[in-house]
């Protein structure tokens, strides 16, 4: 029996209504009434906004670019680090003053920010008309109804078991876009001391396999033909079903059944997490892309064990090492945080040096910033600031290089680029994506979206790829 269809149950669905798509897309189109979005963070968060559109799409709302044009403004918000938290803060601000203007507008706070704050959102900012938690998403059109009907703010930050309303709406519009984000699960069940995400998101829940083939499908019929497998920790998918339904590795291959879907990606995965059956899927299927985000944070064995990520080095090296000879040539990007309590310059000497050892083509880095309600609050040795910001300096200067190698070891290559549309800064070129997940802009047409193109890349720069079409 085909594994992914066998278990678990299906639970109530959502109403048959809700699945009519096209009278969600006939909405948006005709929607009189305007909505603005604004989004931090993950591309949780992005997807989290793709579902709110879908939703409102439904109910007549359509999406402007202009907050002053809109009747209901919406903050999808990240707490993460401290900066992130503090655009939420300077945001309000400016939306306020639109409200100001305009008091039959309402404003609408979502993401990790008022998954967290709850009631205190409105008790300190009295002027927010909703505080929407992270497993409430779904619950966005009764929430305005009862704001309208009582006057008052509503407040809705539960979590949620059933994973029919955590993941609601179970279809998304497209909008044009020919790649795209698909929930696979929610949540994570580590405990890594610095990490505010298990409080935001709540435990693990994995999505029903059968809703997320359903959800790739639909994308397809868009025209979508690249899907990124989304979760905080993507390879226990399956965890609360063990062996009586698909893991990972099984639903990425399921995914990569699907004819019109060309490419396969995830994001993101832990190291302990990782084992024979992504091996297999990156042997075994050609549409997993040659790219792998895995998340290091350190060097050093001793910071790990205080960030309680429960692996060391050697367990990373290996993960690397199996995934290097499953897939030879793949593209590795990692995080990495620095001055994290406790961190010597010997700990960091370790990160400089498991960096250089494994090569990867980009890191994301990041100061280490106390988070609310987080273990590491309690650990001593904090690393003073002006220390962080230069080891930091120090360490990205050092990606710089590797990125920059990286870049120059393609240049004369010929890669399939998936056209995603128009490229940024010049109107006469498109942009796409390498299977490492570099960005490539090359002089192209805009009809292009959506096809494969043979490209030979020219320049390789930090960042990103220059090429030119050979078909
Ligand atoms: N301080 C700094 N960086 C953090 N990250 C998560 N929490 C913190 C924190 N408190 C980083 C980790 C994670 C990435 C998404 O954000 O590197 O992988
Ligand atoms: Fe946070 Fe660690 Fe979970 Fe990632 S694995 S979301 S860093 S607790």
Same mark, same amino acid.
């Given at each position: 029996?085909?594994?992914?269809?066998?278990?678990?149950?299906?639970?109530?669905?959502?109403?048959?209504?809700?699945?009519?798509?096209?009278?969600?897309?006939?909405? !948006?189109?005709?929607?009189?009434?305007?909505?603005?979005?604004?989004?931090?963070?993950? !591309?949780?968060?992005?997807?989290?906004? &793709?579902?709110?559109?879908?939703?409102?799409?439904?109910?007549?709302? =359509?999406?402007?670019?202009?907050?002053?044009?809109?009747?209901?403004?919406?903050?999808?918000?990240?707490?993460?680090?401290?900066?992130?938290?503090?655009?939420?803060?300077?945001?309000?601000? #400016?939306? $306020?003053?639109?409200?100001?203007?305009?008091?039959?507008?309402?404003?609408?706070?979502?993401?990790?920010?008022? !998954?967290?704050?709850?009631? &205190?959102?409105? =008790?300190?900012?009295?002027?927010?008309?909703?505080?929407?938690?992270?497993?409430?998403?779904?619950?966005?059109?009764?929430?305005?109804?009862?704001?309208?009907?009582?006057?008052?703010?509503?407040?809705?930050?539960?979590?949620?078991?059933?994973?029919?309303?955590?993941?609601?709406?179970?279809?998304?519009?497209?909008?044009? =876009?020919?790649?795209?984000?698909?929930?696979?699960?929610?949540?994570?069940?580590?405990?890594?001391?610095?990490?505010?995400?298990?409080?935001?998101?709540?435990?693990?829940?994995?999505?029903?396999?059968?809703?997320?083939?359903?959800?790739? =499908?639909?994308?397809?019929?868009?025209?979508?033909?690249?899907?990124?497998?989304?979760?905080?920790?993507?390879?226990?998918?399956?965890?609360?079903?063990?062996?009586?339904?698909?893991?990972?590795?099984?639903?990425?291959?399921?995914?990569?059944?699907?004819?019109?879907?060309?490419?396969?990606?995830?994001?993101?995965?832990?190291?302990?997490?990782?084992?024979?059956?992504?091996?297999?899927?990156?042997?075994?299927?050609?549409?997993?892309?040659?790219?792998?985000?895995?998340?290091?944070?350190?060097?050093?064995?001793?910071?790990? #064990?205080?960030?309680?990520?429960?692996?060391?080095?050697?367990?990373?090296?290996?993960?690397?090492?199996?995934?290097?000879?499953?897939?030879?040539?793949?593209?590795?990007?990692? &995080?990495?945080?620095?001055?994290?309590?406790?961190?010597?310059?010997?700990?960091?000497?370790?990160?400089?040096?498991?960096?250089?050892?494994?090569?990867?083509?980009?890191?994301?880095?990041?100061?280490?910033?106390?988070?609310?309600?987080?273990?590491?609050?309690?650990?001593?040795?904090?690393?003073?600031?002006?220390?962080?910001?230069?080891?930091?300096?120090?360490?990205?200067?050092?990606?710089?290089?590797?990125?920059? $190698?990286?870049?120059?070891?393609?240049?004369?290559?010929?890669?399939?680029?998936?056209?995603?549309?128009?490229?940024?800064?010049?109107?006469?070129?498109?942009?796409?994506?390498?299977?490492?997940?570099?960005?490539?802009?090359?002089?192209?047409?805009?009809?292009?979206?959506?096809?494969?193109?043979?490209? #030979?890349?020219?320049?390789?720069?930090?960042?990103?790829? #220059?090429?030119?079409?050979?078909?």
């Amino acid at each position: 029996m085909n594994p992914v269809f066998s278990k678990p149950q299906a639970a109530e669905g959502p109403p048959a209504e809700d699945l009519d798509l096209r009278r969600v897309a006939r909405a !948006q189109g005709a929607g009189e009434k305007s909505l603005y979005v604004e989004t931090y963070g993950c !591309q949780m968060n992005e997807r989290d906004t &793709d579902a709110l559109a879908t939703l409102m799409a439904a109910h007549g709302y =359509r999406v402007t670019e202009k907050p002053e044009d809109a009747d209901l403004l919406f903050l999808n918000t990240c707490s993460v680090r401290e900066k992130a938290e503090h655009k939420t803060w300077s945001d309000l601000g #400016r939306l $306020r003053l639109i409200k100001n203007e305009k008091p039959q507008v309402r404003i609408a706070v979502l993401g990790c920010v008022a !998954q967290q704050m709850g009631e &205190d959102m409105v =008790r300190r900012n009295s002027f927010v008309d909703l505080v929407i938690g992270t497993h409430n998403v779904h619950a966005i059109p009764d929430m305005l109804e009862e704001r309208e009907r009582t006057g008052k703010p509503v407040i809705r930050a539960d979590f949620h078991s059933e994973e029919q309303k955590i993941f609601r709406p179970a279809e998304i519009l497209a909008s044009g =876009r020919v790649a795209a984000f698909v929930n696979i699960m929610v949540g994570c069940d580590h405990k890594c001391t610095y990490c505010i995400v298990p409080q935001t998101r709540g435990p693990e829940i994995s999505r029903k396999p059968e809703d997320i083939l359903a959800e790739v =499908r639909q994308l397809a019929e868009q025209g979508v033909r690249e899907v990124t497998l989304l979760g905080q920790n993507v390879n226990s998918y399956g965890k609360q079903w063990a062996e009586q339904g698909p893991d990972f590795g099984q639903l990425v291959l399921e995914v990569a059944k699907i004819p019109e879907i060309w490419r396969v990606r995830f994001t993101t995965p832990h190291p302990v997490n990782v084992g024979e059956s992504l091996y297999r899927a990156f042997a075994e299927c050609e549409k997993l892309q040659s790219h792998l985000h895995l998340p290091v944070q350190s060097g050093s064995d001793k910071i790990l #064990r205080r960030m309680k990520r429960e692996y060391g080095v050697d367990r990373y090296r290996e993960v690397v090492r199996r995934i290097r000879a499953a897939r030879p040539g793949i593209a590795l990007t990692t &995080d990495i945080i620095v001055g994290f309590p406790g961190e010597t310059d010997e700990d960091f000497e370790a990160t400089i040096a498991l960096m250089k050892e494994v090569e990867y083509d980009s890191a994301y880095s990041f100061i280490y910033s106390p988070r609310p309600e987080t273990a590491a609050l309690r650990l001593s040795e904090a690393v003073p600031p002006e220390l962080a910001r230069e080891r930091l300096a120090r360490l990205q200067l050092l990606q710089e290089e590797m990125s920059a $190698r990286a870049a120059k070891a393609l240049e004369g290559n010929t890669q399939e680029i998936l056209v995603e549309g128009r490229s940024r800064r010049r109107d006469e070129e498109v942009c796409g994506r390498t299977g490492g997940n570099w960005l490539v802009n090359f002089p192209g047409r805009p009809e292009w979206t959506g096809r494969r193109v043979p490209v #030979r890349i020219t320049k390789g720069l930090p960042h990103t790829l #220059r090429g030119e079409a050979l078909a």
